[in-house]
């Protein structure tokens, strides 16, 4: 595998073909030939305690997010069977918010429920921040297979990013959630000031977790949040940051999530090439997301096979 050192020279330009053309080997080597499609469904949106300076759902900026309480089983069904008819292997609630209080977490399992009664071949996951093991306990027996806690970015430059809560705290809900026998997904966001080293520090932090898929985000700057003036990062940067976390973690699913829109084809079919093997499609939280159509082409022209594959 590769180690810290040569990661960190590949990422140099000159040696730019060479960090593409060798995660390319890798992803034909080592990443499954399915590329497959989650939806989710923005569950409980706004008037977060957290201080996430790359996020609009932060009750500590003014986004103009919209803000609403738990939206209820039934539109939890109803996305989870309008996710089946689109093709997508799995549907993941998602709610703002640092954590879930007791009835939340009887909201979200009585939703799980329902959901896995009505589209029993859809796989079921969640975001619901942090947890704790007594939380996740109930959300298995309800049916929850995933969990999704994204660490962000590199654990050093977290801590100036937000401080309402920690790089281990996000570490803790995930140890927990892989105690019982929870699927991973756990990924975070390029484009938020990291340094080569910092992109670096970010990758083998997510080796060191073993998610089973890393949602791969880019920073869409929004206004009235403290990146709103980042602006939006450089395509080849994607290109060479995706390469990099495929190199890194050979055949974890690098995953296609926010900021999918603000790439043209030509980007976003060059991520395919170097590593990216699953998306996000629909909407996403405060940001549009990707078509399932546009991936799907690009997907199979690139051979992967596209469509929902049987639970597990």
């Not at 292997?89 to 939340?104: F, K, N, Q, Y």
């Not at 995933?146 to 309402?164: D, G, K, M, Q, Y």
């Not at 920690?166 to 991973?184: P, V």
């Not at 980007?267 to 799907?296: E, H, N, Q, W």
Request: proline share 4%; hydrophobic share 40%; net charge negative.
């Amino acid at each position: 595998m590769i180690d810290r050192e040569d990661a960190l020279a590949l990422l140099k330009p000159e040696r730019r073909e060479e960090l593409r053309e060798r995660a390319h080997e890798v992803t034909l080597a080592h990443v499954e030939k399915h590329f497959d499609f989650c939806s989710i469904i923005n569950a409980r949106s706004g008037r977060c305690s957290e201080n996430c300076k790359w996020c609009a759902q932060s009750a500590h900026w003014r986004t103009g997010c919209e803000t609403y309480g738990w939206v209820g089983t039934d539109a939890c069904v109803k996305a989870a069977k309008e996710a089946a008819a689109n093709g997508a292997d799995r549907i993941g609630i998602v709610t703002s918010g640092r954590c879930l209080s007791h009835d939340d977490v009887e909201n979200v399992c009585a939703a799980l429920r329902e959901m896995r009664s009505a589209v029993p071949d859809i796989g079921l996951c969640a975001s619901l921040g942090l947890l704790s093991e007594e939380d996740l306990k109930k959300l298995k027996a309800a049916g929850l297979q995933r969990v999704h806690c994204n660490i962000e970015t590199a654990p050093s430059l977290f801590p100036s990013l937000c401080s309402t809560h920690t790089f281990e705290d996000k570490l803790a809900t995930l140890r927990a959630a892989k105690r019982l026998g929870f699927q991973i997904c756990c990924g975070g966001i390029i484009g938020m000031g990291e340094t080569d080293e910092q992109l670096v520090e970010f990758a083998f932090a997510l080796n060191e977790i073993a998610p089973d898929s890393i949602p791969v985000n880019v920073l869409h700057p929004i206004e009235g949040t403290p990146l709103a003036n980042k602006g939006i990062l450089d395509p080849e940067r994607v290109v060479d940051s995706v390469a990099l976390l495929r190199l890194v973690n050979p055949s974890t699913p690098l995953r296609f999530a926010g900021g999918r829109r603000d790439m043209s084809d030509e980007t976003a079919a060059k991520c395919i090439y170097v590593g990216m093997s699953a998306g996000i499609a629909g909407p996403l939280l405060t940001t549009p997301g990707a078509d399932f159509d546009d991936d799907r082409h690009l997907a199979a022209r690139a051979g992967y096979a596209v469509g929902a594959t049987p639970r597990s």
